[in-house]
């Protein structure tokens, strides 16, 4: 599909952000990339234009039965101006894993990829050059079919728009405190725990709110059946160092694939550090803070990258982690996947793709 591309007249761009000042979702760059989709024609008509408000029937399918799922990756740019991506094909590929689940259509990986570069060398200068600053990539499908009734809708739109951003977290690449719930649950295996489909986020605002007016930076989930089992941080996967072995919760249906966990896994193997996927009970966390086995904590996500944990509350008892510091394991992974990703070291895995 030949990809349309309508630029903002110059009157018309908007002041770049201080790089400095960036924060997270806060600014949103010129042009976005807009695809539709109906029975009939079915993927059609990508185009680049002004980023705008949309204009959506009230009946929209989206608004009435959740049918909205998304996806998050970035671009770096390196420190000859290059423009990189990280693993994008995995990204769209997980974005249709989420369609499936969610009864929407496909989007074709390989067509969109090249229209989303064609998006991303237009807003080059939107890519910031600043240290641990990116341009966040957040593609989109949405149902708009003005319709009632409990169905499939038979109209979307994909969409992608960009945003530069600093450090997710406040707190930057610094420990963080985590609040363990055992009041909320987030997902069931048999659900749609394990797709990044919005209710999904809808569903953990309550429980993350609560948490950060305890003081809190993030939500740690526990499984909704037995309340015992550790499953994921609201934006993240969680990792244990126990013993020099690093264990993360198994993918079981209610765990999202993040693209991250995944290449944690792969470096530590590649560095000959044992991964194992397993059902980690909380009460094996206390114990092994007890006993001293823990060694570290951390998260991983597109959008904080790696996240040392110093401190995780739990019924109502503080326990620290590392005696708060980050731990010399996460502080490796996110150098050397910063590295990868910004293009200052080898590549092995060939994860990194340069934006021609």
């Known amino acids: 599909m030949e990809v349309l591309v309508e630029k903002a007249p110059e009157s018309e761009l908007k002041a770049k952000p201080d790089q400095n000042h960036l924060g997270f979702g806060a600014h949103f760059s010129d042009h976005m990339l807009l695809m539709p989709f109906d029975s009939i024609n079915g993927w059609h008509r990508p185009q680049i234009k002004k980023y705008q408000n949309f204009s959506l029937d009230p009946a929209a399918m989206v608004y009435h039965y959740g049918q909205a799922i998304f996806e998050g990756l970035k671009a770096y740019r390196g420190q000859q101006g290059q423009l990189f991506l990280f ?37 080059r200068d939107w890519v910031p050059s600043s240290p641990g600053a990116s341009l966040y990539i957040r593609p989109t499908m949405i149902a708009t079919e003005a319709a009632l009734g409990v169905r499939p809708a038979k109209e979307y739109l994909f969409y992608v728009i960009l945003c530069p951003v600093g450090a997710y977290y406040p707190e930057g690449f610094n420990p963080v405190k985590i609040y363990v ?55 993240s996967n969680i990792f244990f160092l126990i013993n020099g072995e690093l264990v993360t919760p198994a993918l079981s249906g209610s765990i999202l694939p993040g693209i991250t966990r995944d290449s944690v896994i792969k470096l530590a193997d590649s560095w000959g550090i044992k991964a194992t996927e397993r059902p980690i009970a909380i009460d094996e966390v206390l114990t092994t803070i007890a006993d001293g086995s823990l060694q570290e904590i951390f998260a991983s996500g597109t959008a904080a990258v790696i996240s040392p944990v110093g401190a995780l509350s739990y019924q109502d008892r503080e326990y620290s982690i590392n005696g708060g510091k980050t731990g010399p394991f996460a502080q490796r992974l996110y150098d050397e996947l910063q590295g990868i990703q910004y293009g200052t070291h080898p590549d092995p895995f060939g994860w990194r793709v340069e934006v021609a």
């Open 87 to 123: 693993r994008p094909g995995d990204n769209l590929r997980r974005m249709n894993d989420s369609a499936a689940r969610m009864c929407m259509p496909q989007i074709p990986v390989d067509q969109v990829l090249v229209a989303m570069q064609k998006l991303l060398d237009l807003e």
């Open 181 to 235: 719930t055992d009041q909320y649950v987030r997902a069931v295996k048999g659900g749609v725990g394990h797709v990044k489909t919005a209710g999904n986020y809808a569903a953990s605002i309550m429980a993350a709110l609560e948490a950060q007016q305890k003081g809190f930076t993030q939500v740690l989930w526990l499984d909704a059946v037995e309340r015992r089992y550790v499953e994921e941080i609201g934006t």
